[in-house]
């Protein structure tokens, strides 16, 4: 069954962490909320995919973007999308609900504009958004090869976030009701 | 001959003074070599002198720079020289003095470059930059320019034949003996593994070890450094230089901490760049891990005890999302009331939100005497990662401090693991195995001891060499938990072994690499280091600044201070074996004083000779 999918791309800075040492894991959160979709946020430290630019991979201020040239960065949001869809599957009923046709990249001026926005953004990530149904039970998360942990974080009105530490190449099932 | 005692490290004196009839013996006569703070170099032609780095000739033909680095730009500006030849890596320290400083006013806070700060405090540009292979004709001498950078990001070794000797006059690159001056110039990123400046434990031994490659293909017969003795066995001190850092490097690999985090991928990166192709890293299997008991919560980097009756503590408040979770949890009726808080260390990860969550909650914030400084002051502290956020209030807890509350029993520690301001709490309660929560400083594949800038002192009264024994003196079946792990782990007693042994190793490999009497003022960049770091003044105004010096050494030191730049005038110190203390040193802003930002510096003096110039700096910000 192909269940509806919407995918937001935005890159944010400011917010979960402060530091270097944001870098150390790969992130997912799951927002459970009975009155909306499920919405879930894939979280990639930026300046890791930049390195080929002169980027130190712990970069954590704004500054590094702003060495880029438009294309570079634009081709570093083709590659933080690229990274997620390869690295990342949300599977339900062994369907992949994570596809490149569902990925929207914003424009550089928008990305630019989205960081205005992202008071409390992680420093230096990008952050790809999915929502999905509620009718959704649960969906199964593969880690595909990757150099580094996922912290996968679910949260639910209510409750204390249920944080998942998953190695690579590893897969966690979450349940998905309220 | 100047005294050998002004050579700033102690241990090649004692060799110097064996051996130095047989080296002037075989020196090319035009070269004339005296050891000092940074050595004089001085090559004499046809009533013409060319100096590289320090010359006693106070005026030269030409002057060479092997790189920047502040104690020799400031010893070279006492040089006149008709021109000047410098790395072209050296440009920026060089000629962008004014712009670092004031930038740095605000860059210190929240710092993970992790690069030393000895830049010179006002340009000195060179006449003419060099590139890689680029040649400088002077008196009918061909000078050969070899990159060489490693020790420091820039870094150039000047070649030059003598009388039919070759000479590698190599700055700090390495000295006699297969040695370096210090560990912790060499933390970097390593691009190639994606490990960013502050995981970088010596990041640049690739690029060091390249450089020393360089050298050994070029028949060297003396190599000439800016401190210490001459080497007269160039390819035996560099091969035993390559084999003594390649073992200082596969040990620290072997019980690092990252493991955890980044697998094997990244970490054989690191291995094959510096050991080389197709070495992998060996490190011990992952201690045993387990779900954090109900009673604790992940939040971020936060831990979040809860109590039955529904109260929270809180160890470490750092990013926003952490703050409004915990926010949320009140909200929600998850938490009645946050008691507390108690900040497990000084990074920003970890510090940047307790301020503003103390006020939110109206609780008390606690830490270890040696975070709770920088969280009151964060401007007096230069330190990897700091925030900006003050906590003003925050309350000391002593080492072995106990408190109840709740169900639960807190024992502060000090627990100088990950950096040295750090603490750690120990909690236990009914129904449970100790719970023993020491912040960053281990994860199941071993020690946080990545970065040299946070302090890793190699003592056995302090650094992890106390850590492990906390670890090992705590109640049996104790676990350990890293705030950035939402797991309970714990070493059996042959992993801590493992991780002790290992690390003594170290120690005695590091002895080995560097000169000094002790190895820790190799690897502690701050054994002397300003108190404040920064601080704002107006014109007119005088303040008192302290150098706080360590003595690592396991003697007693007299120590000199003498300031430079609009601070003047000496201080002296005597302080016991690993004693620590300060000297004070007056400052008088000029009643027509600029405003911007002013950089003072000091040169420590030891009573045995070693002298480190313009070591370490203060800023003030003239209003």
């Known amino acids: ?178 | 001959m100047k005294s050998p005692l002004s050579f700033p490290i102690a241990v090649p004196i004692i060799t110097f003074l064996v051996f130095p009839l047989v080296l002037l013996a075989d020196l090319p006569p035009s070269l004339d070599f005296e050891e000092g703070p940074i050595n004089s170099i001085t090559i004499s032609r046809e009533g013409r002198k060319l100096a590289i780095n320090s010359s006693t000739s106070s005026e030269v033909d030409t002057l060479l720079l092997t790189h920047a680095r502040r104690d020799i730009v400031e010893t070279a500006r006492e040089v006149t020289s008709d021109s000047t030849y410098a790395p072209i890596s050296s440009r920026d320290m060089l000629e962008g003095t004014s712009h670092f400083w004031e930038t740095f006013w605000t860059d210190r806070f929240d710092y993970y470059k992790q690069q030393v700060t000895r830049i010179p405090t006002r340009d000195f540009p060179a006449d003419q930059y060099l590139e890689d292979g680029e040649t400088i004709s002077w008196q009918g001498i061909t000078i050969h320019f070899v990159s060489t950078p490693g020790y420091t990001r820039d870094g150039g070794t000047y070649i030059v034949e003598l009388e039919g000797k070759t000479l590698a006059f190599t700055g700090d690159l390495i000295l006699a003996g297969g040695k370096v001056p210090d560990i912790y110039s060499f933390q970097d990123e390593i691009r190639e593994a994606k490990v960013g400046g502050y995981h970088g434990y010596m990041g640049r031994l690739s690029r060091w070890l390249n450089s020393l490659g360089k050298l050994s293909s070029l028949e060297i017969d003396y190599l000439v450094p800016s401190r210490g003795p001459i080497s007269e066995e160039p390819e035996q001190d560099i091969e035993m230089a390559k084999s003594t850092a390649r073992a200082i490097y596969q040990n620290y690999l072997s019980t690092n901490a990252l493991h955890w985090y980044f697998g094997e991928e990244r970490m054989n990166t690191c291995a094959e760049l510096v050991l080389g192709p197709d070495q992998k890293t060996s490190g011990m299997p992952f201690a045993e891990h387990i779900e954090l008991p109900d009673w604790c919560q992940h939040i971020g980097t936060t831990k979040l005890l809860v109590s039955k009756s529904g109260k929270g503590f809180a160890m470490d408040v750092g990013g926003p999302r952490s703050l409004e979770t915990l926010k949320q949890a009140q909200a929600d009726g998850l938490i009645s009331e946050l008691s507390g808080i108690f900040a497990t260390h000084a990074h920003n990860d970890h510090t940047q939100q307790i301020a503003e969550a103390a006020a939110h909650f109206q609780c008390p914030v606690y830490a270890a005497d040696e975070v709770a400084d920088v969280l009151r002051h964060p401007g007096r502290w230069f330190l990897p990662g700091v925030s900006a956020n003050a906590v003003p209030d925050t309350m000391t807890a002593e080492d072995g401090q106990t408190m109840e509350w709740e169900e639960f029993q807190f024992t502060f520690h000090f627990f100088p693991g990950q950096m040295y301001n750090h603490g750690a709490l120990l909690v236990t309660t009914d129904g449970h195995d100790p719970v023993f929560f020491i912040g960053d400083s281990f994860s199941p594949s071993g020690i946080d001891d990545y970065c040299l800038m946070n302090r890793n002192l190699m003592r056995e009264d302090t650094g992890y060499n106390m850590c492990f024994s906390k670890v090992r003196l705590s109640p049996a079946k104790t676990w350990l938990v890293n705030q950035h792990i939402p797991h309970l782990f714990r070493f059996s007693p042959e992993e801590l072994a493992f991780l002790e042994s290992s690390y003594r190793e170290r120690e005695a490999l590091i002895d080995s690499f560097t000169p000094w009497d002790d190895r820790n003022y190799a690897i502690d960049e701050q054994w002397a280091s300003f108190y404040p770091y920064g601080q704002t003044v107006k014109a007119g105004e005088s303040t008192e600044l302290e150098v706080r010096i360590w003595n690592h050494s396991t003697e007693n030191h007299k120590y000199i201070v003498e300031a430079h730049g609009i601070a003047t005038g000496t201080a002296e110190i005597e302080l016991g074996p690993r004693e620590t203390g300060a000297a004070s040193v007056s400052v008088a802003i000029p009643t027509d004083a600029p405003s911007g930002i002013e950089v003072i510096t000091a040169t420590i003096k030891r009573d045995d000779g070693v002298e480190c110039r313009h070591w370490c700096e203060a800023l003030l910000r003239i209003e």
């Open chain 1, 1 to 178: 069954m192909r269940v509806p999918v919407l995918t937001v791309f935005l890159i944010c800075f400011g917010a979960m962490g402060t530091s270097a040492h944001d870098s150390l894991y790969n992130y997912i959160e799951v927002r459970i909320n009975p009155d909306s979709e499920i919405r879930i946020d894939f979280s990639v430290h930026g300046p890791e995919l930049a390195i080929t630019y002169g980027v130190d991979p712990l970069t954590t201020d704004t500054s590094w973007l702003d060495v880029l040239s438009p294309d570079q960065a634009e081709k570093l949001l083709d590659d933080a999308g690229s990274f997620i869809l390869k690295t990342f599957q949300v599977c339900s009923a062994d369907e992949n609900l994570l596809t490149a046709s569902d990925l929207f990249l914003p424009t550089l001026p928008e990305v630019k504009e989205s960081w205005k926005m992202s008071e409390g953004a992680r420093p230096g990530s990008f952050v790809g958004t999915l929502l999905l149904p509620t009718s959704l039970e649960n969906v199964t998360f593969q880690y595909g090869k990757a150099d580094k942990r996922l912290m996968l974080v679910v949260t639910r009105p209510g409750s204390f976030p249920k944080v998942y530490d998953i190695g690579a190449e590893q897969s966690q099932k979450i349940d998905l009701s309220p």
